[in-house]
């Protein structure tokens, strides 16, 4: 626990950087909350630092004219043969140097879901978590989770799975911070707003954590960066415990060792569903960092009334959330900054939950990002890398798609790309009164029967629909039903033409259009009779 003169260290330092009485104590009721939580003195350290940035009136913006866009970076896709081939024998032979930590404490409540999302199927009935296991067991490689308080349970249950007992593995719970009221930017209380009161400070206190959550090695605690240091892993992979396209590649462990990189981001291209989110910026000192929608001034203002930040054409690419550390590299930074890395503020305004504590309030969640410690390393490095390897699942649109045949799961450890398929993912919207919560989900899509999704450009789908076996979907297809409470079961059926809308409605009526312009057309019948009703599949 932070002791009496750690506290008083630390409000000394506020004052020295010109922080009133006033908010030095507003900062200090934080940090009291903190404590009375048992969180560790760094953490308490690190929520500090954030508090008073906004009492400072630091609203965590990235201004555009702080920033330059950032026109090329190295390619996965682009390395020649012999580099593939070097890259991938070194990453090989160092694969015993790496450690993998996932972020694991996503409950998936957008899903109707109250365990870790992880847990859920992902295919073939084998949940994400079983297959990350595997992947850790096929390497011999030590695994890392970091747990929420409400994943940490079912995941070391599921652990306990005596298959999974050759498993190298240690978790830690994320830790928390007050949230702030926006009126007085004093934290508000547990007493008065329940778990409302609190907040997960975000992925970045990954690097305080590293240091304060401890394994034990012949009768001795070690913080979990030093036990990984004096077990020679000193390369350490992170990514989302949802995302099964982040795999340990290595060809790119190969890669940060070959140039001797501290510290390594997976980005990917930006398409039009990125816009809104975070993306990866070159500071005009010349070092990368990351920008998060939040960072994003909303005066920067492009002359068609769009922000910036929106621009995908400016701003390429988007952070994956994939990143690899060089941990000795971490470590020597960790103690030129007493512990705690100067990550970027993300000044999250949001409002407490009045079906929890009975009150809709404005409040700001203080949060820093993990790949923002990319602009604290000197020859940190981003590397493009194809969407196979960002494959997250947020919601049943996406876990649709997982479920299909555009997916496969490969020895049992990797969930590959169906080599018959080579196109862009389908655009899926289900209905969210039939398709959001997953139980419905899961009651009206059959994952021992996949949707063959091979030529699908989108699919839409309204009203109480059932997927059986046999269902081909080709090119844009919308299912019209309704709420008949029975269902409409679809089965043994092939539906849509390529280069044609289809839509379909219940007695199975087939409408088709033709795309003319932006706007749609009922199809003439020469267009449907000339328009392939078959499926193609692509060959090696």
């Known amino acids: 626990m932070l002791q009496a003169k750690n506290i008083s260290s630390i409000l000394g330092d506020l004052e020295e950087q010109g922080l009133d009485k006033d908010d030095i104590n507003k900062v200090n009721m934080g940090m009291r909350i903190m404590q009375a939580c048992n969180e560790p003195a760094l953490a308490i350290k690190q929520y500090a630092q954030l508090h008073a940035q906004v009492l400072q009136d630091n609203k965590g913006y990235i201004n555009e004219s702080d920033i330059q866009a950032i026109t090329s970076l190295p390619c996965y896709n682009g390395f020649s043969a012999d580099e593939a081939e070097k890259y991938t024998k070194i990453g090989e032979e160092n694969i015993s140097r790496l450690g993998v930590l996932k972020l694991n404490g996503g409950l998936g409540t957008g899903m109707g879901l109250d365990q870790a999302k992880t847990l859920l199927p992902i295919k073939d009935g084998v949940p994400f978590l079983d297959i990350i296991v595997r992947q850790m067991l096929h390497n011999n490689t030590t695994l890392i989770l970091m747990n929420s308080e409400r994943t940490d349970a079912d995941t070391a249950q ?85 995302n099964l396209g982040a795999t340990a590649d290595s060809m790119l462990l190969g890669y940060a060792i070959e140039n001797n990189l501290p510290f390594m981001m997976e980005v990917a291209e930006r398409v039009d569903t990125d816009k809104k989110g975070g993306h990866l910026v070159r500071m005009n000192n010349g070092r990368l960092t990351l920008r998060e929608s939040a960072q994003c001034n909303p005066a920067d203002i492009q002359p068609d009334g769009s922000h910036f930040g929106e621009n995908i054409k400016l701003h390429k690419y988007f952070n994956t959330n994939s990143i690899w550390i060089n941990l000795r590299e971490l470590s020597v930074l960790l103690d030129q900054n007493s512990g705690v890395l100067p990550l970027s503020l993300i000044r999250n305004p949001k409002e407490t939950d009045a079906k929890i504590c009975g009150k809709k309030d404005a409040v700001y969640q203080l949060e820093t990002a993990m790949g923002s410690a990319i602009s604290l390393f000197d020859k940190a490095e981003a590397v493009v890398v194809p969407r196979t390897r960002f494959a997250p699942v947020k919601n049943n649109n996406e876990l649709f798609v997982r479920w299909s045949n555009i997916y496969e799961l490969h020895d049992g450890h990797s969930l590959i790309i169906n080599p018959k398929f080579n196109g862009e993912q389908p655009d899926i919207k289900l209905q969210d009164k039939y398709f959001k919560i997953y139980s419905d989900f899961a009651a009206r899509v059959d994952k021992d029967n996949p949707v063959d999704l091979l030529n699908c450009v989108s699919l839409t789908v309204t009203g109480n629909v059932y997927f059986g076996q046999g269902v081909t979907i080709i090119g844009r297809v919308e299912i019209v039903g309704n709420d008949d409470p029975n269902g409409w079961p679809i089965a043994n059926q092939t539906l849509g033409k390529r280069g044609l809308k ?20 009922p199809a003439t019948e020469e267009e449907i009779k000339n328009a392939d009703p078959k499926p193609i599949y692509f060959t090696m």
């Open 502 to 521: 289809t839509v379909v409605k219940p007695g199975n009526i087939m409408e088709y259009f033709v795309k003319d312009g932006n706007e749609y057309r």
């Open 158 to 242: 599921f652990l306990s799975n005596p298959e999974y007992k050759d498993l190298k593995v240690t978790s830690f719970v994320q830790g928390k911070f007050p949230r702030i009221d926006q009126a007085t930017m004093t934290p508000i209380s547990e007493k008065d707003y329940k778990s409302e009161a609190f907040s997960p400070g975000g992925h970045g206190a990954i690097y305080t954590t590293l240091q304060t959550e401890t394994i034990k090695e012949d009768g001795l605690s070690k913080s979990i960066i030093d036990y990984l240091i004096s077990n020679n892993i000193d390369w350490l992979f992170v990514s989302n415990g949802d």
